[in-house]
């Protein structure tokens, strides 16, 4: 055990509380909530899309181009990364002409980086 750590308590019995797990079994997510979750989870669970996600908090629109220089990567694997963050709906493509200009999907994207980044920063 490393300094500042404690032990946790273990039940000392195997005894289940019927009345707790009917009403959290209540309120379960619906299945395809959880698989979305989870897609949206794992989508955040990479440097390269959380970089770009902030480049795109900080301002409203960024193409490509821009993003691979701020994520320091190929053009190409910044648009991969791109290509998985709109399938998971975390941005929006808009074409102006030839070029393509990426964006936060919606306010809760905004929402769940600064919350995170909050977390992050706890001591």
């Known amino acids: 055990m490393k300094d500042g750590e404690t032990t946790l308590e273990l039940c ?3 005894e289940i509380d ?15 909530t959880v698989e979305r979750l989870n897609r ?7 440097p390269t899309r959380l970089k770009i996600l902030n480049a795109l908090m900080v301002t ?7 993003l691979a ?3 320091d990567l190929s ?3 910044v648009s991969h990364q791109l290509r998985l963050l709109r399938d ?3 941005v929006h493509a808009r074409r102006d002409g030839r070029m393509v200009y990426y964006s936060l999907a919606d306010d809760h994207v905004s929402t769940l980086m ?3 980044v909050d977390h992050a920063n706890e001591d």
């Open 88 to 90: 998971r709906d975390l």
């Open 114 to 116: 600064n919350s995170g």
């Open 18 to 32: 019927p009345e707790a797990v009917a009403f959290v079994q209540g309120k379960a997510l619906p299945e395809r």
């Open 75 to 77: 053009v190409s694997a």
């Open 40 to 46: 949206l989870f794992s989508a955040l669970a990479d």
């Open 12 to 14: 000392s019995i195997n």
């Open 60 to 66: 409203d629109e960024l193409c490509v181009c821009d």
């Open 69 to 71: 220089v701020i994520a």
